[in-house]
């Protein structure tokens, strides 16, 4: 159980397009969801808390109408990167946590380059 | 404020050897503790956890210890396997009622490379 997914796995968009991530946690409903990026040779850096029917919460110094979180749903949440560019061209992954316990279960991330 | 901290950026075991991988933390509301591997281009996938009321959690060849008058803990695998090379990140989450979650607090990572 606690299975959390990703889609798409990998993603090439023009500069300047906007790319939507999707975040699910497949056997359990997660209140709370996070967005992370990892840039190569580098740790996860928290992006944002998504909350399910209130606005995400977002980390010092990133931009949140550039990245777009939206969590309809118990069991989805999204991340929109608008205008994209070169630099946003990283590793995105999202985890979900159940209230039963501490863990954060992980999804298998998302590969965004932009050209 | 770095509150978890992996000072080795990588570590280098010959197959068969133990791996022993650190992590120290200041904040001292810290009560439970969790180990991460993750593979390139992969999500990080849970591995071991640890509460401060314990010095000592063992899941197989997965052994973790801590030292809260250190502010310390160890991940130790053995024997290693050339199939343990991934990164392996300590957390922290925020201290809870214990039915609750919160951000997990990362530290920067250690890389394991097992050699055959």
């Known amino acids: 159980g606690a299975v959390v997914s990703q889609h798409p796995s990998w993603v090439i968009c023009k500069s300047g397009t906007s790319v939507k991530i999707e975040c699910r946690s497949l056997?359990?409903?997660?209140?709370?969801m996070f967005w992370y990026r990892q840039f190569p040779k580098q740790s996860l850096m928290l992006m944002a808390t998504?909350?399910?029917?209130?606005?995400?919460?977002?980390e010092q110094g990133v931009e949140k109408d550039k990245f777009l979180i939206n969590h309809a749903s118990l069991t989805l949440s999204t991340l929109t990167v608008t205008s994209a560019h070169p630099e946003d061209s990283s590793f995105y992954i999202c985890?979900?946590?159940?209230?039963?316990?501490?863990?954060?279960?992980f999804g298998p991330g998302t590969r965004l380059t932009v050209t | 404020d770095q509150q978890v901290k992996q000072n080795s950026p990588s570590l280098s075991v010959q197959e068969g050897r133990i791996s022993i991988l650190n992590c120290d933390y200041t904040?001292?509301?810290?009560?439970?503790f969790l180990w991460y591997k993750k593979y390139p281009a992969e999500g990080p996938t849970f591995l071991i956890s640890?509460?401060?009321?314990?010095d000592k959690n063992e899941d197989g060849r997965f052994t973790v210890f801590l030292n809260k008058s250190a502010k310390h803990l160890s991940l130790h695998i053995v024997p290693s396997q050339p199939g343990d090379s991934a990164v392996y990140f300590c957390?922290?989450?925020?201290?809870?009622?214990?039915?609750?979650?919160?951000?997990?607090?990362f530290g920067q990572g250690t890389i394991l490379t097992v050699h055959p």
């Open positions: 957390a922290a989450p925020p201290r809870a009622g214990g039915t609750s979650y919160g951000k997990l607090t």
């Open positions: 640890i509460s401060s009321i314990k």
């Open positions: 998504s909350n399910e029917g209130s606005k995400a919460t977002y």
């Open positions: 056997d359990f409903q997660a209140t709370t």
């Open positions: 904040n001292s509301m810290f009560d439970y």
């Open positions: 985890s979900a946590g159940r209230l039963a316990d501490y863990e954060q279960y």
